[in-house]
């Protein structure tokens, strides 16, 4: 079971990420674009996701992802459940959704200095 305390430290350290509370609801941005957002109980996380992989994600594990709001169809964007995500799963999601708002070249230096990707917290 994953834990904002799993992935916080992650979102601090990668490359021009920084965590900010926005009505007490702590996100991961990158300048002024958000790729992480916990809901206020911490239970859910939001993250950036190619929106052409959505369906496939929620249909493969619906008791871990889902479909974001409405209103947020438009982004990029899906949603899981942090209790059916274990730890390493959580952190790779967050370097997933970084690398969706970074350059490729802080990208492909995050591979060269972590070819086992984000590793257990």
């Known amino acids: 079971m994953a834990s904002v305390d799993d992935v916080l430290p992650l979102g601090t350290e990668l490359e021009r990420s920084y965590p900010v509370y926005v ?3 702590l996100k991961f941005r990158v ?3 958000v790729y992480v957002a916990f809901s206020l ?3 859910v996380m939001g993250f ?3 929106k052409e992989e959505r369906e496939a ?3 493969a594990r619906p008791d871990a992802f889902r479909m974001p709001s409405a209103s947020d169809l438009r982004f990029h964007w899906i949603e899981s459940d ?3 995500l274990d730890p ?3 952190r790779e ?3 997933d959704a970084w690398r969706i708002v970074v350059p490729q070249k802080l990208s492909r230096a995050y591979d060269l200095t972590h070819p086992d990707g984000p590793g257990p917290p």
């Open 31 to 33: 300048k002024q674009i």
């Open 82 to 84: 942090l209790a059916a």
């Open 23 to 25: 009505r007490g609801r």
């Open 93 to 95: 999601l967050v370097v």
């Open 48 to 50: 950036a996701f190619p």
């Open 57 to 59: 994600m929620v249909g």
């Open 41 to 43: 109980d911490e239970t």
């Open 88 to 90: 390493t799963e959580a």
